[in-house]
């Protein structure tokens, strides 16, 4: 993944830039005061003492980092001297929190000096040093300075100092798997192989024998599954434990997997990822589906109601697909990125941009509703607050995991609305995707690459022209053609893109006897603000729905809303067992993109449902 | 509840009677020997210090109160003089931990002396006192002896000096119920009114304002519905908190409503179990359906794979309507009686009667089950044992809940096969109930009272005769006769007994779209033991399917499985997500009482099927 490449990405679509516009907006404002206001920010300032109110937590380091690294990340897609200036003075803050021998932690500086690396399994610092990595790389990029880069440097020349493999350093590993991806950034930005090596080593070292967990901090052997710290990387062929740790995880597996070439790493990431991708996921690209550990549970375990499916482990997901995507070419991680931004990946904020999900079910019944299940409605804040200020650094990016681009090479991998302009070519996407699969590829600026057009697995149908000539379809994968491209020449790309209706694999209990709705890439869900007056959980869907596109109040404009007939119960009078079957009755019904559920107010909803109406 | 009324029933039925044996026989021995091994009997001696292993445990002292309980109504039913002697040694033990103030806790007195009455909330403190209380009065009823219960009384006396509303008095009450309707059985075995007027203290000073507990422990506002301590008693109007907790208190409120004839009282007694019985209680009569607290949630949220519905919250709920029962007459509480006896009352133990579930979910579905679904084997014994030490003292007293007898009334609540004498008259019923419907009533002694036989809420098409000739039947509830009985006269009942498919209210989402089997008042599941090479979860059952009532090996004699045909997929083969919906197979099914299953090791289980075969 190549930040400097959204200074080349402009996003132009219905979807994706008007949500990084609210990010810009919105987002990074909002959680800049919350973490003003709830003192993650003057922590840096390390001037709290004993007794004092807002000890510096454990993780407010990497909620701070990830504002930091999406102001940086915002600017490269649109400069704002304002939010320069702000972002470097934060930055100085951070830098000078410094101590003399490059440590860099506000909870174990002032709160718990004695125990800096007593507790890897628990304690968050190496995940803190990592976020604070990632948004150092990410302003050097975006402004060309150095010192919060220079001063990352420091910290992870340091980091090398106590672990490995060496006379006296400690062989463990974080407990929160983030540093690895955060040090191959700052390996590829200053190219100091020295950082790829120390990712390399928490990659190897980690779950190896014995385990550093269980001899060093007594860490019970049983639960090292929730640390994806049972058995060595290479091992491991089943996504497991904390959601986010594991997809941040095997997101530096990969990158260090792409950059040392080392076929077995990349073989353990593609293993587990085909473990999510074909078992572990829901429909919305939601993965880690108990609340218990935050966790992945097992193969085809996908309840709807209780489903935890955080925001940030869908957002992990996108990065660890994306890394599969780059480091292979192959379309099937694209289609995982692309399920999951549409879907989990934008339903985890509201359309203002300052309410979160934490957790993103597939279904909230009237009865959970009506008590105020706390799944039900965004928030502003949390006390662990990774979701909202993971939004800051990820909304920017949505560039990135629709295009990757290079001065010979430019594949289209989701095909948004945008314009791709490099140095030496310039190339204009155009259409309504994903609510419309009509795409025309423009070269505004020739020049001699190679145009790589995905060709969505979702779609069953397409076709395509070349400067208005029908060119050569492709099995799978993508439409690839290397030619000295002409300004003014373009590709037309015509999805068939009907509303159908999905079934999971019948090895999941909770979808069995139950369909889903889904548009291109766009899952579809009800909400009873557009289906008032009947039970939600009580709607059968018809095999062969008949569906008529619509727009529906409350919703940005352009949201193609979705309606058919089917039946529901009306009420829930009556006895609590009977031998008489509920009466349902013949339903007008409304479905909405799942992404936008919750915008107006808070309502039951539903995305599978029962078949046979 | 009259205990002394276990000496003038003799169960002969083929469910209950033989559960009772193996009470006798193996579940009491094997809870005395694990109450020795685990040091819960020797933490009596008083002899426990600061350091050492086996520290007496806050609730210790009720899991061998509820064995001694056992023991005593065991010995009620089926006099053993060998038991009656190890019944009055342990008694001896228990007695001998008495303080001179009368105080008796293992854990205060040795542990933290300091911290008696200080926790009521959490402290189990009152709750096990109230268990002591009630074996004193069992094992007074049995063996006549007062040693237990005048150390009980004595132990009252001093709690009713500490607790109440007189000057230097703590107002508090107890956080786990219990001892509100032991001191009404101690009322009754003793006379002393002033064990009513505790009772009726603890049931009123509940929820009081100001909330004890927030005011003088500090604890949580948010959590009092927990402990049904968010408001008075008089003012609940659902079943909310903690399922144990809530299903003892409101027993106690119907003791000592029925002792003090306080309509307002008994009208809240009522309107919860309402509450229960139609909004909150799954239709095996397990109540209780969070794990998280062990709670009541909200009306019609009964999930099936995630139920909690702890063994014992089903003993408690039949605690409960058995009250209500008595209290009013009504054949709707017997109906709830019974709909837990035979199945969420049965299942928590093994046949064996040396195994126990604490919850009793009505799904495992195969992939819980392949991981080693925590709710899917029965244990020998728990951390917290309330549930395998309250099946010994459950199971002896099965008779209690099938009839109520007094010398000029006669009450049949559930008809299962037994003989009751008094001195005034005998009866016998005879049949094969609940796996046939036709019941005789035989008068083996005479005498002047009234019969009352329940026509129970399942069932809609009897007969009923009286010496042969056809007798007027009722519309609801009793069919009941006065008269001066003679010795050969006979009643018959022929119940119309089809296994039936049951529907839950549409506001249950879990079961929308989806039936349950019962036949008379046994629900029925699959198990994957009888029905393999199938995903158990996908089986759909007819609208009206056809069922052969059939044997199946490694259950009871006279246990009567159901088959029938439906479909069902038989591989998880495929995508996880596809347009093509699964492949369902005809199958034969072959369905058997829900109380019975996972005795035949472990398996997939399944009560609601979806419909639409």
């Avoid at 049972?230 to 597996?253: C, D, I, N």
């Avoid at 260090?256 to 690209?285: C, H, Q, W």
């Avoid at 965004?378 to 979701?387: A, E, G, K, L, V």
Wanted: proline content about 6%.
């Amino acid at each position: 993944m190549n930040d400097a490449l959204l200074k080349n990405i402009r996003l132009q679509d219905p979807i994706f830039a008007p949500r990084q516009k609210t990010g810009r907006e919105v987002t990074i404002p909002s959680c800049i005061r919350r973490c003003g206001e709830t003192g993650r920010i003057k922590a840096f300032r390390l001037q709290w003492k004993k007794g004092e109110p807002d000890m510096p937590h454990i993780y407010w380091d990497s909620d701070v980092a990830k504002v930091l690294e999406g102001m940086a990340a915002s600017l490269m897609v649109q400069p704002d001297p304002e939010l320069e200036k702000q972002l470097d003075e934060l930055v100085d803050l951070v830098v000078s929190a410094q101590q003399p021998d490059g440590y860099l932690n506000t909870h174990f500086t002032v709160a718990e000096p004695e125990k800096r690396w007593a507790s890897l399994a628990v304690c968050h610092e190496l995940y803190c040093a990592g976020h604070l990595m990632e948004a150092a790389v990410a302003h050097y990029e975006a402004t060309g300075k150095r010192n919060f880069l220079d001063c990352m440097c420091r910290y992870a020349d340091y980091i090398a100092t106590v672990f490995g493999r060496g006379e006296g350093q400690k062989r463990g590993y974080p407990g929160h798997e983030e540093i690895e991806l955060a040090l191959v950034k700052l390996y590829r930005a200053t190219g100091e192989k020295r950082y790829l090596e120390l990712a390399r080593y928490f990659v190897e070292e980690r779950g190896a024998s014995p385990n550093y967990y269980v001899t060093q901090e007594g860490f019970p052997e049983a639960s090292l599954n929730y640390l994806q710290a049972g058995k060595p990387v290479r091992e491991q062929t089943e996504a497991g434990g904390h959601a986010v740790r594991a997809m941040y995880l095997f997101s530096g597996v990969t990158d260090v997997a792409a950059e040392t070439g080392d076929p077995s790493l990349l073989a353990a990431a593609k293993r587990v990822f085909r473990n999510v991708s074909e078992r572990r996921m829901y429909i919305t690209g939601g993965v880690g589906s108990t609340r218990q550990g935050e966790a992945f549970t097992h193969d085809f375990s996908l309840p709807n109601d209780t489903a935890y499916a955080e925001s940030c482990a869908a957002i992990g997901l996108i990065f660890f697909a994306k890394r599969l995507l780059d480091a292979t070419g192959k379309r099937e991680y694209a289609d995982i990125v692309e399920r999951v931004l549409y879907n989990n990946g934008m339903s985890g904020i509201s359309l203002r941009g300052d309410t979160f999900f934490y957790a993103n079910p597939l279904e909230i019944n009237q009865t959970s509703f009506d008590v105020g299940h706390v799944y039900s409605t965004r928030q502003p804040w949390f006390n662990t607050s990774c979701c909202p200020t993971n939004y800051c650094r990820f909304l920017p990016r949505l560039g990135l995991f629709c295009a990757d681009a290079s001065p010979d090479h430019l594949r289209i991998d989701i095909p948004a609305a945008m314009s791709v302009a490099l140095p030496e070519y310039e190339v204009e996407i155009a259409g309504r995707y994903p609510y419309d699969g009509k795409i025309t590829v423009t070269i505004r600026r020739g020049g001699c690459f190679t145009l790589a057009l995905r060709i969505p697995g979702w779609c069953g149908k397409y076709s395509i022209t070349l400067n208005g000539n029908p060119a050569k379809t492709v099995e799978k994968g993508y439409w690839t053609r290397k030619k000295n491209w002409q300004a003014g020449e373009s590709v037309t790309l015509a999805l068939d893109m009907p509303a159908e209706v999905i079934y999971a694999n019948p090895g999941v209990p909770a979808d069995f006897g139950r369909a889903a709705i889904q548009r291109g890439p766009v899952v579809y869900c009800l909400e009873s603000v557009d289906n008032p007056d009947i039970l939600l959980h009580t709607v059968r869907i018809p095999a062969e729905p008949e569906f008529t596109r619509c727009k529906v109040s409350g919703l940005p404009e352009g949201t193609e809303a979705l309606q058919f007939s089917g039946t529901a119960v009306r009420s829930a009078d009556g006895p609590l067992y009977s031998t008489e079957p509920p009466h349902s009755s013949k339903v007008r019904l409304c479905a909405i993109p799942y992404a936008l559920w919750q915008n107006r107010g808070a309502s039951s909803m539903q995305v599978f449902l029962l078949t046979g109406a």
